[in-house]
């Protein structure tokens, strides 16, 4: 199956700096890949996306990249503000398992004002 | 904004007890999941269900593990008989095709 590993697990960065957190997989054939916001006793959010045919999504202070040869990808949330503090996981789901998605461990960002 | 509703928040539960957690997945959804999440681990696939039956499971999902749509709205996971292993946080999803829609989740605590 397919191994998402990500970094890193806990990002602290002042109110207004930038936030970039990585997640590489395994298969080549993961084809789509979402990031997902959990705040505490929440369950976790969808926060944007990107298909395996796309290089790059941006969507105001959020952005994602995909590097589909060295499999990898990014998040990055500019201008952070203290609202963005919460847990991200990166996940994958391969073209031939249906819509299983897998997860990668979460980074605890903190925003300190 | 439509929310997947899950109860209840917490359960403590004995082992070897049978316990059923409750979802009500979005009313236009098609596709329902259950995840899980031991404290500080990633979240693991469950279950997928889609048209009445299961599409797909993992290895984790095994004949302790069952899921049910009784009626038409309700999607619920049961655990005939639970094990300490069994404690840890449970997600159900729901989707019409890229991405999910989570609910708050399950504590699930097996003493």
Redesign the interface.
């Known amino acids: 199956g397919e191994n998402v590993e990500q970094h890193p697990s806990t990002l602290s960065v002042q109110e207004g700096d930038s936030a970039v957190i990585k997640c590489t997989y395994s298969d080549s054939a993961s084809n789509?890949f979402?990031w997902?916001k959990q705040e505490l006793?929440?369950?976790?959010?969808?926060i944007i996306?990107i298909r395996s045919n796309v290089g790059e999504k941006k969507d105001q202070r959020i952005a994602v990249t995909l590097n589909k040869t060295a499999k990898h990808f990014s998040l990055h949330i500019t201008e952070t503000q203290p609202e963005d503090s919460a847990v991200y996981?990166c996940?994958a789901r391969l073209t031939n398992?249906?819509?299983?998605?897998?997860?990668?461990?979460?980074t605890s960002l903190t925003v300190i004002p | 904004e439509p929310e997947?509703t899950?109860t209840p928040s917490h359960q403590v539960t004995q082992m070897g007890q049978e316990v059923i957690l409750r979802c009500v997945p979005i009313s236009n959804h098609l596709?329902f999941?259950w995840y899980r999440q031991i404290l500080g681990?990633?979240?693991?696939?469950l279950v997928?269900f889609y048209n009445n039956e299961i599409?797909?499971k993992?290895e984790i999902f095994d004949d302790q593990f069952s899921v049910e749509r009784p009626d038409g709205s309700n999607f619920t996971l049961k655990i005939r008989s639970t094990k300490l292993e069994d404690s840890a946080m449970y997600?159900c999803?729901s989707?019409v095709g890229?991405?999910?829609?989570?609910?708050?989740?399950t504590r699930l605590t097996v003493v």
């Open positions: 789509y979402p997902y006793g929440k369950g976790p959010q969808l996306d996981f996940a398992t249906g819509n299983q998605f897998y997860f990668g461990t979460g | 997947v899950q596709y999941y681990q990633k979240v693991e696939f997928s599409s797909e993992s997600f999803a989707s890229r991405g999910y829609t989570f609910g708050s989740g």
